[in-house]
Each structure stands twice: as structure tokens, then as C-alpha cells.
T-cell receptor, first 115, second 110 residues
């Protein structure tokens, strides 16, 4: 079946502009994660959605970052007034959320470059 | 929050067995241990997951001692295509702020 998809694959924007990144999880997966990965670094957790519950936003680096998940499926990560330090690959993952385990299936990521 | 510590990098020749150890001293009772593999320009890919003792699949083995404060990913007879970054992740379903760390960069040499 289809895996996690993300769009766009690449985004170049100017400092101060807003950007929206999209994630389509695997059908039926109730859990959805956003991560950020800077060049040569590990993954930085941003936000987690589980079903219709309120997301935990404690990983978001600033109030310029927000995310929503509509209908328990597609998610959008929005970065307002982008800064150069926001340049990174943004990865989305989904999980079937089986009890006790949480195998995550990752998308290919969106490479964001802020000029 | 169960953070993990792994070697930054490892080199191995083709055909050898590679063991990558991850330390997770603060692992909680309900935490599972999961290993992911990441190739350049791709998202991480699940390799193996375990809770205690030993788990084996078609790709790798995972050894977890009784105290669960560490785990070892074992890759049998590595090939050039196994060159990647390997992440150890400790957590449980629904856990927030999951910590991937910087991973171990494995380079397989011909």
C-alpha cells in the first residue's frame, strides 16, 4: 500500500514569509508525528497527534510554528515569519498506535531552505 | 524521558558482523526499544523492535540485557548498502517528545 507522503519535497522561501508543509499519513494510522532534522543532525521531535485528542505541542521551538490535523488524517505544519535557522528537513511519520509499541513509518521529508 | 547514547560513527568491512550498542539508563518500565535506519535524503526506516531478551528478524538481531539499560543491534554480514545512520529510540505508544539522538553513522568498506 501507499506509504507516508509529504509535499512539497523541496521549498525555498525568503526570510519572513510563511510556509505550509503537508503530510498524508498511511490510511488507518491514528498517530502522526512531525520531526525536524538539520543537516548532519539527529531528529528533533516537534509535535504528536493521536486520533482526535488535543496534540502535544511541547516540542514546537517557537510560537511561529503550528500544526493541525484535519479529520484525523492529513496534517499541515505551518511556519510563520520564517527565519534562516528554520532551514532543515521536516519529516512526518505515522503509526498504527498499537498498544505497547509504536513503530513509525516515515515520509521522505520536505527540505526547507530559508534565504 | 529516556535519552539514548550511541557511538557517533563506526566502520566495518563487507561481510563482517556489526554490533552497535545503545545506552538508555533511564528506560521506563513501559518503554520499548526500537532501531531505525536512515539513508541520505530519506526518512528513517524501521529495522527492529524489542522489549527484553533477544529479538531476531530477517534483517537484524536485537539483544537486550535483563536490566534493559542498554541494547545492541547486530547486523550480520554487512554489505555496502548497509552504509547508513542507525538510530536507537526508546519510548512507548503515545509518548511525547521522543528522542532520536544523533545516531551512529555506519560506513561499510569494500
Amino acid at each position: 500500500g501507499a506509504g507516508v507522503s509529504q509535499s512539497p519535497s523541496n521549498k525555498v522561501t525568503e526570510k519572513g514569509k510563511d510556509v505550509e508543509l503537508r503530510c498524508d499519513p498511511i490510511s488507518g494510522h491514528t498517530a502522526l508525528y512531525w520531526y525536524r532534522q538539520s543537516l548532519g543532525q539527529g531528529l528533533e521531535f516537534l509535535i504528536y497527534f493521536q486520533g482526535n485528542s488535543a496534540p502535544d505541542k511541547s516540542g514546537l521551538p517557537s510560537d511561529r510554528f503550528s500544526a493541525e490535523r484535519t479529520g484525523g488524517s492529513v496534517s499541515t505544519l505551518t511556519i510563520q515569519r520564517t527565519q534562516q535557522e528554520d532551514s532543515a528537513v521536516y519529516l512526518c511519520a505515522s503509526s498504527p498506535h498499537r498498544a505497547g509499541t509504536d513503530t513509525q513509518y516515515f515520509g521522505p521529508g520536505t527540505r526547507l531552505t530559508v534565504l | 524521558l529516556a535519552k539514548t547514547t550511541q557511538p557517533i560513527s563506526m566502520d566495518s568491512y563487507e561481510g563482517q558482523e556489526v554490533n552497535i550498542t545503545c545506552s538508555h539508563n533511564n528506560i521506563a518500565t513501559n518503554d520499548y526499544i526500537t532501531w531505525y535506519q536512515q539513508f541520505p535524503s530519506q526518512g528513517p526506516r524501521f529495522i527492529i523492535q524489542g522489549y527484553k531478551t533477544k529479538v531476531t528478524n530477517e534483517v537484524a538481531s536485537l539483544f537486550i540485557p535483563a536490566d534493559r539499560k542498554s541494547s545492541t543491534l547486530s547486523l550480520p554480514r554487512v554489505s555496502l548498502s548497509d552504509t547508513a545512520v542507525y538510530y536507537c529510540l526508546v519510548g512507548r505508544t503515545g509518548a511525547n517528545n521522543l528522542f532520536f539522538g544523533t545516531g551512529t553513522r555506519l560506513t561499510v568498506i569494500p
